[in-house]
């Protein structure tokens, strides 16, 4: 038995997501869809133009490096996002750049750099998040980095915290007569890795806490700062999920429509 059936894949194990944690199976498919896929064709430009606006799709899975500029549906790239939204900014034919959104979350690695280029970006171009459907934790960092943020009645935004799994598997092995054996240089080296197999410790579940509640802390404190939220507003929020009309009434996004409706909005304010 392994840590995939205790329903967390073992890839995510024992490192901070920004994510929605309802999403975990949706994760595991697309790393194993990810494990199989070929390689990616490069496009040259990696999102639609529509009407003047550039439409960069942020959907699935978020993950640091994908290798292609166009989102797969079930995962998208941060390297696509902002190759994409450099070039939108330096395409003449391109009047504003909306976000559009349908993410539960994901990786933590590459996330704060690629909010904080998108926030540098206001004033140059429009720069509307338009939710598809949600944009959770990862996704909503992204979201409340742009100009403006729509969401659908049925739609939500927000889960502004931090998540990590870990798996203790050491009363199972120590009852199947395994007993696994670690050698290392350094203390600390791969601690929580050993701890899921000889057993958790006080000091690793303090030091991962640690790690969760500094990332969380940043995350609170850019979007506090995207939004013109005190950050204690966003903290009271426990990462709550809202939806529709509650995510505006939580100052998480600016009106409810449909993504249509916000696209037409967007072409008008052009106009």
Not at 141 to 157: F, L, N, Q
Request: charged letters at 20%.
């Amino acid at each position: 038995m392994t840590a995939a059936a205790h329903g967390i894949d073992p890839r995510l194990a024992n490192t901070p997501l920004l994510l929605d944690p309802r999403a975990w199976p949706q994760v595991s498919a697309a790393i194993e869809a990810l494990g199989s896929a070929p390689p990616a064709p490069r496009d040259r430009i990696g999102y639609d133009l529509v009407a003047g606006i550039a439409v960069i799709e942020v959907s699935g899975v978020l993950v640091n490096r994908l290798g292609d500029r166009r989102s797969w549906g079930f995962v998208t790239g941060y390297d696509g996002i902002r190759a994409n939204l450099m070039d939108a900014l330096d395409d003449p034919e391109a009047k504003a750049i909306a976000f559009l959104v349908n993410s539960p979350g994901g990786m933590v690695s590459g996330l704060p750099d690629l909010a904080a280029l998108i926030r540098a970006a206001r004033g140059v171009k429009p720069l509307w998040a338009i939710l598809d459907d949600s944009a959770f934790s990862a996704a909503y960092w992204i979201a409340s980095a742009c100009d403006r943020v729509t969401v659908p009645e049925t739609g939500g935004a927000g889960s502004i915290g931090v998540i990590t799994a870990l798996v203790d598997i050491s009363a199972m092995l120590k009852a199947d007569g395994i007993a696994p054996h670690f050698i290392t240089f350094g203390k600390r080296k791969a601690a929580e890795l050993r701890a899921s197999y000889t057993g958790m410790t006080a000091d690793v579940l303090d030091a991962l806490q640690a790690d969760v509640d500094r990332l969380g802390e940043m995350f609170v404190a850019a979007v506090a700062r995207n939004r013109a939220v005190q950050p204690g507003a966003i903290r009271r929020q426990e990462a709550a999920c809202f939806m529709g009309q509650l995510a505006v009434e939580a100052r998480l996004a600016d009106e409810v429509c449909s993504a249509d409706a916000a696209f037409l909005a967007l072409r008008a304010s052009l106009a």
